[in-house]
Structure formats: structure tokens, C-alpha cells
């Protein structure tokens, strides 16, 4: 992975706090900003995934998850994907 630098800019009080860090098993400042984010990362789109899952909840009336809505999605994706494979869109 490529890597790229960023300057930022801490009072005093959290650059302590990032230093203390490196004491609990990050060998540098940036590696524990890098977790940070990822982690950021991962609640987003846990929090993302959550909203999805309540808008399908409220989408309408359930249908059954049975053996032939699984065989009929996957025939239908297959198709779309044919279909754009042969359309390059």
C-alpha cells in the first residue's frame, strides 16, 4: 500500500495522550492514528448497515426467504450481470 504523509496539528493535552498510547502497543504515532481511523471506518459502516436494515424492516410487508426467492434473486443477478457485461455498464 502506498503511503502518503499528513501533518496535524494537537494542544498540548492530546499529543500527552497519543504519546501514552505508544506505551499500550503502537510503535508510532501514525500507526495508532491509523487505528483510529479504521475503526472509525468500521462503526460508519456498521452504523450504515444498521440504517439499511431498518429501512428494509420498514420497506413493506415481509415475503418468505424460502429456497425459490434465493434460486429466482440469483437467476435475476446473473442476468443483470449478463446484461451489463454485454452493455460495459
Known amino acids: 500500500m502506498s503511503m502518503t ?3 496535524i496539528s494537537l494542544p ?6 497519543v504519546e501514552e498510547r505508544l506505551h499500550c ?12 481511523i479504521r475503526e ?7 452504523e450504515r448497515l444498521e ?8 420497506s413493506g410487508d415481509a ?10 434473486l440469483k437467476r435475476e443477478a446473473v442476468a443483470k450481470l ?3 457485461k454485454k452493455t460495459g455498464k
Open 5 to 7: 504523509s499528513m501533518n
Open 12 to 17: 498540548e493535552e492530546l499529543k500527552d495522550y
Open 25 to 36: 502497543g503502537y510503535s508510532t504515532p501514525s500507526e495508532y492514528v491509523r487505528e483510529l
Open 40 to 46: 472509525d471506518q468500521k462503526r460508519r459502516a456498521k
Open 51 to 58: 440504517v439499511l436494515l431498518i429501512e428494509g424492516l420498514n
Open 63 to 72: 415475503i418468505p426467504a424460502n429456497a425459490k426467492f434465493w434460486t429466482e
Open 82 to 84: 449478463a446484461t451489463r
